[in-house]
């Protein structure tokens, strides 16, 4: 009798204090974990005058997002699933099937792809920048199931008029300060410094359809600046140098036509 007595209370014991080994074997997130995230085909990845370090995509795009996982845990792992969470209400995306791998074995790494719709102003704010975590789900040694997790919050949307402005300003970026030799090319581009300083400040201010205008304006004469600069019917302020210089080049000839004609031997 004591003997089954004793029996039922080992294995009672045992039972009890599976899961607590089994949580004391589990591994850290250190151990096994999102070794890198990264959002693809952004709208714009940069900084940004109003919202700082920003991952943008505009409302209605798709976004994607590029899970690298390391399997560091000891063991082989099963994935059972991935998504990203946002701030926004119904801000929920979770990895298709097919998206990930099914397993990774020990030290291997994988690839998880999660794609979504970004969603528009009635959902989200393009004001402020947006906070996500990144959650990868695997089952471990004797069906446990943990989480690896990243979070990031440099997530924006940008409306339209954010998205050209940005465009805009991009462009102007790229080209940077021209070298420009003509007078009304060194006008537009003054212009378009003043434009683009406007913008900065609309932009700044989050008063995007303004900034916009102004950026675009800002290119717009900045790329006739550089397109006159190159065309010969602007060049009419050098045309006075160059008559000039064909002036002395004519006085040049004829000077030495008349030494010529004065040192030449006389006909007999």
Do not use: C
């Amino acid at each position: 009798m004591v003997k089954r007595y004793v029996l039922a209370v080992v294995v009672v014991l045992a039972l009890l204090l599976a899961p607590v080994s089994m949580m004391a074997l589990a591994p850290a997130d250190a151990e096994a974990a999102i070794s890198h995230a990264l959002w693809l085909n952004t709208a714009y990845r940069g900084t940004d005058p109003l919202l700082g370090s920003v991952q943008a995509y505009e409302a209605g795009s798709t976004a994607t997002l590029q899970v690298l996982v390391l399997n560091n845990a000891g063991s082989a792992v099963t994935l059972k699933g991935a998504k990203v969470k946002f701030d926004w209400a119904g801000g929920e995306y979770a990895a298709a099937a097919g998206s990930y791998p099914s397993a990774l074995a020990e030290g291997e790494t994988g690839t998880i792809s999660i794609s979504f719709t970004v969603p528009g102003e009635n959902a989200t704010s393009h004001l402020v920048p947006h906070g996500y975590t990144v959650s990868v789900e695997y089952q471990w040694l004797g069906g446990l199931v943990l989480s690896w997790s990243l979070s990031g919050s440099d997530f924006a949307v940008y409306s339209a008029d954010q998205n050209a402005a940005m465009d805009a300003r991009q462009k102007m970026a790229a080209i940077g300060t021209p070298a420009l030799n003509t007078t009304g090319s060194r006008e537009l581009a003054a212009k378009s410094a003043l434009e683009r300083q406007m913008g900065e400040q609309a932009y700044a201010a989050g008063r995007l359809p303004e900034a916009r205008e102004r950026y675009e304006q800002a290119y717009d004469y900045l790329d006739r600046a550089i397109k006159g600069d190159k065309d010969p019917n602007t060049l009419k302020e050098v045309e006075p140098a160059g008559r000039l210089l064909l002036g002395i080049g004519m006085v040049l000839l004829a000077f030495g036509v008349i030494l010529y004609a004065w040192r030449r031997p006389a006909a007999r």
